[in-house]
């Protein structure tokens, strides 16, 4: 792990990280809405269309797997990650329609060492993923565990 971008102490409030774009596909909503979220907006155009959310629009749990993929491709597999306790705050704020291109980005709201485990810090982010018409689609905040450079050696 000592080679990798991202520790502890490379983080601080106000950094941004972009995340990338992601174009999304009708197949790719209904692909992961029969494995996972079984509801008709999610699987049938008509059906969404039918629905407040306007068309065939990806579960909420599939735009956060998106925003996942998109923080691992971005910086997670170049940092000490360890992990994180949790999400502290989520909200899915417009749909994602089949044909969106969404574009993410990170702001380190706050960094601290643990007081229990030297070596390791808690990086508090934000995330914010637009659609292609700047519309917020999806709000996140949590915290990431991040080994210090030293502590990853």
């Not at 691992?72 to 000490?80: M, Q, V």
């Not at 808690?122 to 905040?141: A, P, S």
Request: hydrophobic share 45%.
């Amino acid at each position: 792990m000592t080679a990798k971008k991202w520790a502890f102490e490379d983080f601080h409030p106000g950094l941004t990280i972009e995340l990338g774009e992601k174009h999304v596909t009708a197949a790719e909503i209904v692909e992961f809405a029969r494995e996972f979220d079984f509801q008709p907006m999610h699987l049938d155009e008509e059906a969404g269309k039918a629905s407040l959310l306007g068309g065939l629009s990806a579960s909420g749990w599939h735009t956060c797997s998106m925003l996942m993929r998109m923080m691992c491709d971005a910086f997670l597999l170049d940092s000490t990650s360890q992990g994180a306790p949790g999400i502290d705050y989520l909200r899915w704020k417009k749909p994602v329609l089949a044909g969106d291109t969404l574009k993410a980005a990170s702001t380190v709201v706050a960094t601290r060492a643990s007081s229990s485990r030297p070596g390791l810090g808690f990086v508090t982010v934000r995330y914010n993923i637009v659609n292609q018409r700047g519309e917020t689609v999806l709000e996140m905040q949590n915290s990431g565990m991040f080994l210090a450079r030293g502590a990853a050696a």
